[in-house]
């Protein structure tokens, strides 16, 4: 993760020093669900819980960028966000109806490319795509059921594993920008696999809405 972290870092380095005709500092919020498998709760297959769904996570993040525009029409943006994942979901264990509460806490770094159209002095739309780096912070799932309340928590990166910490995605998008305000939306696909299992297969994906303000 460092090593990636500190590659992306050079390379933005590499650009500033090619000459920006613009820099701006930018905070925004938004709201990104990210299809991530859900796992039962069975103590005697702990090494390899079968998924019983794969179904959005619902997550807000919050982040800050740093664009340089090489032209009024070019540029790339890079940020750090930090986001908090949450599920619910129903299954059954032994025959008892069963219930999971899951959470995780990430960092998104991306490094975007963006095009912009003006139709205004002082507006335009843009696209925009590129690679975003997530490292998972933390995540857990806590299983209840009727009979004995709480029966079990997993977290999702200690050994025995459930997913790999270390994500990477392509994201791609359209920004509509007004003053200093910027709303886009977008979708992001993961390129590795995040299941820790053998021989399993994991990626993410989801749809993503922001709201930003540039200074």
């Known amino acids: 993760m460092k090593k990636t972290v500190t590659l992306i870092l050079a390379a933005v380095a590499m650009l500033i020093g090619t000459g920006a005709r613009a820099q701006h500092l ?29 179904g959005d996570m619902q997550g807000v993040y ?20 930090g986001r908090y994942n949450t599920r619910n979901y129903q299954f059954t264990m032994a025959m008892l109806p069963s219930s999971a509460k899951e959470m995780q806490v990430v960092v998104d770094v991306p490094v975007l490319l963006h095009f912009g159209i003006p139709f205004s002095d002082y507006s335009r739309f843009s696209f925009y ?22 029966f079990g928590k997993r977290d999702w990166y200690a050994d025995p594993a459930l997913l ?24 992001v696909m993961g390129i590795l696999n995040i299941d820790a299992h053998e021989h399993a297969k994991t990626t993410t994906s989801g749809v993503y809405l922001g709201l930003g303000y540039t200074f």
């Open 26 to 54: 930018g905070i925004h919020v938004g709201y990104a669900p990210e299809n991530i498998p859900a796992f039962s709760f069975n103590p005697l297959t702990l090494n390899n819980p079968p998924k019983i769904v794969q």
């Open 62 to 81: 919050l982040g800050v960028t740093y664009t340089l525009n090489f032209s009024d029409n070019f540029g790339v943006t890079a940020g750090v966000n």
């Open 129 to 150: 795509g590129g690679p975003l780096v997530s490292y998972a912070v933390m995540g857990s799932s806590t299983y209840t059921n009727s009979l004995v309340g709480e």
């Open 164 to 187: 790999k910490r270390l994500n990477v995605q392509a994201t791609f998008g359209l920004a509509l920008n007004v003053r200093h305000i910027r709303i886009f939306g977008g979708y």
